[in-house]
């Protein structure tokens, strides 16, 4: 059983986990204390278990948001902002963009 110290909001934690996952449980605390950070930058004084209230919920709302997007994905349900209208003077202008770029390419392999 392996056993790492991550910091998380300027408190280290003890934390054991499967042989070889060391790493990876050190990201993950990296992730959380990413959100800490970010509850800390409201600005409010919040103690260590409320701090990590908080960046629980943070996570458990992405997780959420993500789990909304695959099922879409899954069902073939387009997400809104994919819905962005594609104004065809700029479509035009970077497919002429882009036929030069391989042009220019093709030449450079020529040469």
Sequence with gaps: MGQVTVRVGGYSHPVSCEDGQEAHLVTLAGEVDRRVASVKTMGAQYGESRLLLLAALL???????????????RAGI???????????RLAETLSRVAERIEGIASNLEKS
Aim: charged fraction near 25%; charge should be negative.
């Design 59 to 73: 996570l458990a709302d992405e997780v959420h948001d993500l789990k909304v997007e695959l099922a879409q994905a």
């Design 78 to 88: 387009i997400p809104p902002q994919s819905r962005v209208p594609v104004d065809p």
